[in-house]
């Protein structure tokens, strides 16, 4: 099994930004984690981080020949972009969202999210 997690805006400055909200590991920290539980659970994983959206949109349509699943924290995409949206919907593997935070305890402007119905 192949997974592609995909991280989105500003998680390239875990650690550094607002470490009171997201603690101070980093992302390349966080990832080592997630590679290290993977190989034991013999589950093949490659990561995306990138601050545009395009580069996500892109990924996500490619991943259904090379990947059996995604897991994505689109960051602050998940409140508006229907593009990242549509691309899930039309991945044609499966797909989970995550979060560092919960954010139906944050601003209520977090609170909507367009890409978790994919």
């Known amino acids: ?57 892109e990924a996500i349509g490619g991943a259904s020949a090379r990947f059996d699943g995604i897991i994505v924290n689109p960051g602050a995409y998940s409140h508006y972009s229907l593009a990242i949206r549509d691309a899930l919907a039309g991945a044609g593997v499966v797909s989970v969202e995550v979060h560092l935070t919960n954010l139906f305890r944050r601003e209520s402007f977090r609170q909507r999210l367009v890409t978790a119905g994919a």
Not at 3 to 32: F, K, Q, S
């Open 1 to 57: 099994m192949r997974i592609l997690v995909i991280n989105g805006p500003n998680l390239d400055r875990l650690g550094v930004r607002e470490p009171e909200l997201y603690g101070h590991e980093t992302l390349a920290a966080l990832n080592a984690r997630i590679a290290q539980e993977a190989q034991r659970l013999g589950v093949e994983v490659e990561f995306l981080q990138t601050n545009h959206e395009g580069v996500i949109v």
